[in-house]
């Protein structure tokens, strides 16, 4: 026998259309802000990364070889000599693509990232902590896009300037160092 007074309680359709669409539009709206997220702190970790690998490879060369960057006379000396001894370097081409603005010397790492030298020795490098060598283009993740210079913290990319002195390697400018320390709002 039928109970007369049982009801059964369900959503109806109109209210699940309703519930989903309400989801649908928040997730909409907070996805690509979380992805931006994902992304520029993405960007920053390889960025640390490849300054770590810069630097323990300029330290090893020193505590090994006792040559500072000031020991090489051109882009193609730096990364025959120093690069393909002291990092994980699978391939070097002695001609940059144009994302690496103008290097004479680019070698790729195992681990995807690419170092562009850009230019011969500067004139003012001595040995001495003050003076830059070489410039560089590093490209965090290599030939995957976007292959393009960051130009601003609010906008970063794949690819960063790095200043090699003779002892150490450091960002060449105000944007690179913004990202690689997340500080606050950047500037063009």
């Known amino acids: 026998m039928v109970n007369k007074h049982f009801k059964t309680k369900a959503f109806t359709l109109a209210e699940v259309l309703i519930t989903l ?16 997220s994902t992304n520029k702190q993405e960007y920053r970790t390889a960025l640390k990364k490849s300054l770590t690998v810069l630097n323990q490879a300029i330290t090893a060369n020193y505590a090994l070889d006792g040559m500072t960057m000031a020991d090489y006379d051109t882009a193609s000396d730096l990364v025959e000599n120093m690069f393909k001894q002291r990092m994980s370097i699978t391939t070097t081409k002695t001609d940059g693509p144009a994302y690496h603005d103008g290097a004479t010397a680019v070698a ?40 393009q210079l960051t130009l601003s ?3 970063p990319k794949d690819g960063y300037k790095i200043t090699l002195y003779p002892y150490k390697a450091v960002p060449t400018n105000e944007v690179t160092q913004r990202v690689l320390y997340d500080q606050g709002i950047y500037y063009n």
């Open 21 to 36: 669409t309400i989801i649908g539009i928040v997730a909409a709206m907070t996805i690509p802000s979380l992805m931006y």
């Open 108 to 147: 790729y790492t195992v681990d995807g990232m690419s170092f562009g030298v850009i230019g011969d020795k500067q004139a003012s490098c001595q040995s001495q902590l003050n003076n830059p060598c070489f410039e560089l283009i590093v490209d965090i993740n290599g030939d995957k896009k976007p292959n």
């Open 153 to 155: 913290g609010d906008d």
